[in-house]
């Protein structure tokens, strides 16, 4: 049996700074701590548990404060969006029927902490769900902490093991260790003149730091024995200040944390108020998916006639997906085997360049063993790229799934992908970081409804209509088009001029 444990102030602040502040919902709620939270609640809850609980901080001051009234005195208030988004989120874990704690006089985490040593003792294996790493003093054989390390999407499970490796000192360590040299983020003072050396080497030698204290005379230097004589009394209201409580006054009936299947019902609608478009079609809960039903019209481009039909179709459009088949993944090396097109859903054109027998070398092979077409191009391939040029230098916009690859590898062909353009990989990114996969199959069949087969640039095409219209309810299209997609073109240029790395400043940044 599994518990997971979250800390709704700390994933909350994360998501906060992690995703633009731009993403309103059309009545000027702001949603990116929601939706971040959201994302990451959905994540954990994916996994599984048999139980979970949530603790948010109170607004009322806390026994630390009481203790030491610059207790966290210098840390910048909350953003007024932030604090505003708060009920939402809050709103958001009830409506996914996770116990919520909440107890004056004590923080989040000392709430975790009580409720993960009874867990421990009931014999359940611990997850705690946190925004920062102050519970990964709780760490031990039954107890993870699971955190963000970056953005809302990349994160990392501390046992035992991962703590020691990264801090060089046990799990309970960690509270002696800021006894010692303190905590900035929380204004916690440690021992003057004591840094993250020092701590280390101490905590080394005496364990914790009540055996520091009672052992004084075995520190050889002088001036920090007596440095931290005269301030045992920081030195032990520190430890206090750092050290999560395990025993807040709670009534803890693990029964009523029990997860059930997810109650679809009771969060669509909220879903829909916050207007998360994206979240709505990757669990059913928007229009927007493809009956399954629905066959692809894939056409054969393989004489003059039809590429003319084709070139026709695009020169109408004000709008055309596409993707290349080509012999690999390097830009630089690959050759061009085929060329996909669609300007419509249920549609598409497939160019075979580089077809023999009826087959595809390289990746284009797999285009027309799914496809079921026969392929025997009459077609020459300089003579195609040619005719093609206009096109991709014309205004339409240009939608590709990860864009960069098929500009550069076409610019190596000699033909230049002018804008504007709509890279549906990076709108996925945008619309929901805290995703695992942005393949294109993945995404096609999360929200499409199909399985994916046919043509690349029909699911692209499909996918370009699902995330534009998200990308406006969530107010991410300008980031996108303002910012996002000008960036391709000189992501492209960067790499096929060349540019110079200067190693030791970026490992001194790191």
């Known amino acids: ?10 994933l909350a602040y994360r998501a906060f700074y992690a995703l633009p502040d731009t993403m309103k919902t059309a009545s000027g709620i702001t949603t990116n701590a929601i939706y971040g939270f959201t994302s990451m609640l959905l994540k954990i809850l994916e996994e599984k548990p048999d139980f979970a609980a949530i603790a948010f901080d109170r607004p ?3 026994f630390r404060h009481k203790e030491y009234k610059e207790y966290k005195a210098t840390r910048e208030k909350a953003p007024p969006t932030l604090h505003e988004q708060m009920p939402y989120i809050k709103e958001v874990a009830q409506a996914f029927d996770i116990t919520v704690y909440e107890i004056p006089g004590y923080e989040a985490d000392d709430v975790i902490g009580t409720l993960a040593k009874e867990a421990e003792k009931e014999g359940y294996a611990v997850i705690i769900l946190s925004g920062d790493l102050d519970p990964l003093q709780l760490v031990n054989e039954k107890i993870k902490v699971l955190t963000t390390r970056k953005g809302i999407s990349d994160t990392v499970l501390y046992g035992e093991k991962e703590v020691k490796e990264r801090y060089g ?5 960690l509270i002696d260790y800021k006894a010692l040299k303190g905590d900035p983020s929380d204004n916690i003072p440690g021992i003057p003149k004591v840094g993250e050396k020092t701590a280390v080497e101490l905590l080394k030698e005496f364990g914790m730091l009540e055996n520091i204290l009672n052992h004084l005379d075995k520190i050889k230097k002088e001036s920090l024995r007596e440095n931290i004589r005269k301030n045992v009394p920081l030195a032990e209201l520190s430890k206090k200040l750092a050290a999560i409580v395990t025993d807040v006054p ?13 109650n679809w019902k009771k969060i669509f609608p ?4 916050l207007e998360f478009e994206s979240l709505l079609k990757k669990y059913g809960g928007g229009a927007g998916k493809r009956e399954k039903t629905a066959e692809l019209n894939l056409k054969a481009v393989q004489n003059e006639k039809e590429l003319n039909a084709l070139l026709g179709e695009l020169n109408k459009a004000n709008a055309f997906a596409f993707d290349l088949e080509t012999t690999g993944l390097d830009p630089f090396t690959t050759e061009i085997v085929g060329i996909s097109f669609s300007v419509e859903l249920k549609s598409a054109y497939y160019l075979p360049l580089g077809h023999k027998n009826g087959t595809a070398c390289g990746q284009g092979q797999a285009l027309s063993l799914h496809s079921g077409l026969e392929l025997h191009s009459g077609l020459e391939l300089h003579s195609i790229l040619e005719q093609l040029k206009s096109l991709f230098l014309s205004d339409k916009l240009k939608i590709g799934h990860n864009l960069k690859y098929d500009i550069e590898v076409l610019a190596n062909a000699g033909i230049t992908v002018s804008g504007p353009f709509f890279d549906t ?6 619309l929901d ?26 699911a692209t095409f499909g996918l370009y209509e699902v995330f534009n219209l998200a990308l406006k309810a969530q ?12 960036l391709l073109k000189v992501l492209v240029e960067m790499e096929r001029r060349g540019v110079a790395v200067d190693v030791p400043l970026l490992e001194n940044l790191s």
């Not at 942005?438 to 046919?454: E, I, M, T």
């Open 270 to 273: 909220l879903f829909q108020k």
């Open 425 to 430: 990989m990076v709108a996925a990114y945008l």
């Open 60 to 62: 009322e001051p806390t």
């Open 1 to 10: 049996m599994n518990i997971v444990l979250i800390d709704g102030n700390s």
């Open 433 to 458: 970081p805290a995703a695992e996969k942005y393949s294109l199959k993945h995404l096609a069949k999360q929200f499409l409804g199909v399985a994916y087969a046919g043509s690349d640039a029909e």
């Open 475 to 486: 107010k991410l299209d300008n980031l996108f088009s303002a910012v996002e997609m000008p």
């Open 250 to 262: 709670l009534k803890i009936d693990f029964e009523k944390s029990r997860r059930a299947e997810i």
């Open 169 to 173: 000192m046990t799990p309970s360590q």
